[in-house]
């Protein structure tokens, strides 16, 4: 199947930076991929819908300003945690949509806030 | 919100069927139901999906009642690399091209030997 790939898987930054995390589609070109968060022992919450070309659409209470996302490509999609927090920590996880409909994963990115 | 409860664990001995049920009674009419798993800390799997018919593929099989409210997943021999948790899906808008996943809370899955 088609593959999903982010980078990086793990990342440890100190509070205050900022953060950048890529989702490529390695096969494929998508259109829209889509960003979720996901706390331990918790399901995966979606963030936000990234367009390519275009501005993002973020769900209910998610702050843009704090989860900028470009999707300046037709194969990558970048999420950046600004101003990161220990509260912030979490995995993160984005999904690309293929041109017939099917939505691959990656293997997600773990942020570590110290 | 997403659409869907699903049982929060399930326990299944190898070798055995597990059926993992799923309620959607709020569902419309041209919204699919989807099947993720995910093993711990890895990425979402892609399982199986459905409109109204069941389904069969080489992973499982997935019935879905005739009003649409309600589906089971079935994982026909359970294997002990089978326990993860399992999602249960109502994609929200846009059919089977567009749209998005919300996920609910899933079903723990552990397969004993």
């Known amino acids: 199947g088609a593959v999903v790939s982010q980078h990086p898987s793990r990342v440890i930054c100190k509070s205050g930076t900022s953060v950048k995390i890529e989702c490529r589609s390695l096969?494929?070109?998508?259109?829209?991929m889509f960003w979720y968060r996901q706390f331990p022992k918790q399901s995966l919450m979606l963030m936000a819908t990234?367009?390519?070309?275009?501005?993002?659409?973020?769900e209910q209470g998610v702050e843009k300003d704090k989860f900028l996302i470009n999707h300046a490509s037709l194969t990558l999609s970048t999420l950046t945690v600004t101003s990161a927090h220990p509260e912030d920590s979490s995995f993160y996880i984005c999904?690309?949509?293929?041109?017939?409909?099917?939505?691959?994963f990656g293997e997600g990115s773990r942020l570590t806030v110290l | 919100d997403a659409k869907t409860t699903q049982p929060t664990s399930m326990d299944c001995a190898e070798g055995r069927a597990a059926n993992l049920p799923c309620n959607h009674s709020?569902?419309?009419?041209?919204?699919?139901v989807y099947w993720y798993r995910q093993i711990h800390s890895q990425g979402p799997q892609y399982i199986i999906h459905?409109?109204?018919n069941n389904e069969t593929n080489e992973m499982a099989s997935l019935i879905i009642t005739e009003d649409r409210k309600s589906s089971t997943l079935i994982l026909p021999h359970a294997t002990l690399r089978d326990t993860a948790v399992y999602y249960c899906?109502?994609?929200?808008?846009?059919?089977?091209?567009?749209?998005?996943?919300?996920f609910g809370q899933g079903t723990e899955l552990s397969v004993k030997p």
């Open positions: 999904s690309a949509r293929h041109v017939t409909g099917e939505l691959f």
């Open positions: 096969d494929f070109q998508a259109t829209t």
């Open positions: 990234s367009n390519e070309g275009s501005k993002a659409t973020y």
């Open positions: 709020t569902i419309s009419g041209n919204e699919y």
């Open positions: 459905g409109l109204k």
């Open positions: 899906i109502v994609r929200v808008g846009g059919g089977n091209q567009g749209g998005k996943l919300i």
